[in-house]
């Protein structure tokens, strides 16, 4: 398994479960859509109400479980971060392919972008030829 095989895996699927901790050391987590770029960078989008918004600009790691079929997933981890005007374009471009209504939700109060960009992953294939691998960023 290399980055361009992950990429693959992962840019097939378009929802994920993301984990955050909130202030008080807590996990708090989501199902959210996202897309993925072939760097692993995944890109999500949300609104400043959400409880995510103020753990990640807090505390920028994240967790995230994305399954790719029966007995196998993906579990992903990174560092976010808000995207600024000059990354806007570059990542909002592949968010809305994967994601066109995406451009309707800019006009949500308070809607923001991140990119999560990765440290660590470990493919798991439990199937019976399947195996396990781990990835170090």
Known sequence: MNVDQLYHLINA?????????SAD?????????????PQLELIFDTVKSSRKYPNLKRDPRVAAVIS??????????????????GQREKYLKVYFEKFPDGPE?????????????????????????????????
């Open 68 to 85: 790719i079929g029966p007995e196998v997933t993906i579990q992903y981890e990174g560092a976010a971060e808000e995207l600024s005007d």
């Open 13 to 21: 699927e378009r929802y994920a479960v993301f984990s955050t901790v």
């Open 105 to 137: 939700r800019l006009a949500w109060n308070g809607i923001v972008h991140f990119v999560v960009r990765p440290n660590w992953l470990r493919y798991s294939d439990f199937n019976p030829t399947g195996c396990i691998e781990e990835f170090t960023f």
């Open 25 to 37: 050391g807590h996990p708090q987590s989501a199902f959210m859509g996202f897309a993925v770029t």
